[in-house]
């Protein structure tokens, strides 16, 4: 335990040191994000938070994490830098959203070329096609949760703080050491990022949380065989998952792209439609994400009926908020009170 407490801890320290220089460095290139009508930000904010979470895990890991697993490690940095690279990009001079989804599925075949791949279909083809499909689908998940001050780098502590105590439980010192080198660095950001945010981690960092938990998603694995292993790691992740739902199917219900369409209209803004403040919509949403943590605690130990009979209701209760959700009318102004300085 000790190993990894000490990748927690020097991640802490270098997100907490690294963020307030990322600061610095993004006012003065102009990597900023500017007040809008989508955004409820008042005043301009600097965007580069994301690449102190990169540096801080990174770093963290190369330089504490056990020697053997250096190269599985230095491999799946390679496809988080090209995904956190892209979403710098876009950060600063903008990037069709479909280059980026290239981007992002390139770097999910670097992956599969590693080694890191699904494993659970019995087709190799539709092994690989799973696989593309869960790294963009968690990645962007997260990159479209970054919508409201400490909400996508809480979460992500959370689902890190979870996938470390799965991996621990069943003696993966890789992924173990992942999970805790990102929860550091989203812990330490997240200092400087709760309401009123002073820097936003930007496209660069919800890239590339997204696509490492992705990873970590797909490289647990479980002592128990009855485990219905799929299912883990999509509820750890269960609460991104279904923002990334509710806004496709409420811009495609209103003609609009949800590629291209920005909006006030994921979960965290609804919420503060039913009479939460931002804050409290965000600290609603950790703990619907601590939940769903705790239900694939459970899940790691349950045989096959159970799981799927936990699945169910949870996919019953899901569909219950997604309509309720959706009958939000978004027209009205919210009915709490907009601090200046939020994202």
């Not at 949870?314 to 219950?320: K, N, P, S």
């Amino acid at each position: 335990m000790l190993p990894f407490m000490l990748i927690f801890v020097a991640a802490l320290g270098l997100s907490l040191g690294f963020t307030p220089l990322a600061r610095r460095l993004a006012l003065r290139i102009g990597v900023v994000d500017h007040p809008g009508q989508r955004k409820l930000h008042a005043q301009t904010m600097p965007l580069l938070g994301g690449l102190a979470i990169w540096a801080a895990s990174g770093l963290a890991l190369l330089l504490l994490s056990n020697r053997f697993y250096v190269s599985q490690v230095i491999s799946i940095f390679v496809g988080a830098t090209l995904v956190s690279f892209l979403g710098m990009w876009d950060d600063r001079w903008h990037l069709s959203p479909w280059l980026k989804l290239v981007g992002q599925a390139l770097a999910a075949l670097l992956l599969v070329e590693s080694g890191v791949r699904v494993e659970f279909l019995r087709n190799d083809i539709l092994n690989v096609l799973a696989t593309v499909l869960w790294v963009v689908g968690v990645t962007n998940s997260l990159n479209l949760l970054d919508n409201m001050d400490g909400l996508s780098g809480g979460i992500a502590a959370v689902a890190a703080g979870f996938f470390f105590l799965l991996a621990v439980s069943n003696g993966q010192i890789l992924v173990a050491s992942m999970a805790a080198a990102l929860l550091g660095a989203c812990a330490g950001f997240l200092v400087y990022n709760f309401n009123p945010a002073r820097i936003f981690m930007g496209d660069t960092g919800s890239l590339f949380i997204g696509y490492v938990l992705a990873v970590v998603g797909i490289k647990l694995r479980f002592d128990n065989v009855d485990t219905v292993t799929w299912m883990v790691p999509v509820m750890v992740l269960g609460l991104p998952i279904f923002d990334t739902m509710l806004v496709i199917i409420s811009r495609l219900r209103n003609g609009q792209n949800p590629l291209t369409t920005p909006g006030k209209d994921h979960v965290s803004h609804r919420l503060t439609r039913l009479g939460l403040s931002q804050r409290e919509a965000v600290m609603a949403l950790y703990l619907v994400s601590g939940t769903l943590g705790m239900v694939s605690i459970f899940l790691m130990s349950a045989n096959v009926f159970e799981a799927y009979l936990v699945g169910g209701l949870l996919v019953v209760v899901a569909l219950v908020a997604l309509v309720r959700l959706e009958s939000t009318d978004l027209r009205q102004p919210s009915p709490s009170a907009t601090p200046p300085h939020t994202l």
